[in-house]
Structures are given as C-alpha cells and as structure tokens.
C-alpha cells in the first residue's frame, strides 16, 4: 500500500515539474496517465513545434518492483531540466490532505 501512495504522489510531482517545463522552456513534455491502465509513460519533445521529435521516452509500469525508482530517476531528470534552463522550481507549493473520516448519512463510527 505504501508503493502506491509513493507512486501517486511521484506522479502527482513529475506532472507538476512537467507542466513548468512546458511554460517556461521551449521543451514539450507530455505525460501520458490512460486509467485503464497500470503505467505512465512521460516523454520529452524537442519544442514546441517540433513535437515530433522525442529526445526521451520511459513508460513505468506500476505493478513493478523499480516503479518508485523510475519515477524517481524520471522526477531527478525533470529537475535538471529546469536547474539547466535556470527555471526555480523551489517555490512549487501543494499540500496533500488525507481524510481519515467521513460520514455518508447515518450515525457516525
């Protein structure tokens, strides 16, 4: 249970750092995330324009053993992109809020 909540939360940060390469370079990043399915595949597209051309592709398929570890490597990867452009990243702010109880009508537990 733990590796799926580091996955979500990897994943969650990857299309964060990947949504700030695409505003601020001249870099497309698409992050592919079909439901249906247990991966994620995040490419890197030479521009804008030039979306054709892929300078990197990983698909990480969830159920693996190294699922936390590519997304680790894919998330380092994104961040040296940005440290190179010199893009700060380190103000990117977002807050996960867990519920541990809630009520659908009736008594409460």
């Known amino acids: 249970m733990e590796a799926n909540r580091e996955i979500a939360r990897l994943s969650g940060e990857i299309t964060m750092l990947a949504l700030l390469i695409n505003q601020t370079t001249e870099l497309a990043v698409f992050v592919d995330f079909p439901g249906h399915v247990g991966w994620v595949e995040i490419s890197i597209r030479q521009s804008k324009k030039d979306y054709n051309t892929t300078l990197t592709e990983d698909r990480v398929v969830f159920h693996r053993d ?44």
Do not use: M
């Open 66 to 109: 190294d699922a936390v570890n590519q997304l680790k490597k894919i998330k380092l990867k994104l961040r040296k992109i940005l440290r190179d452009k010199k893009v700060d990243y380190n103000e990117l702010d977002y807050t996960i809020r867990e519920i541990r109880e809630y009520h659908l009508g009736g008594t409460s537990q």
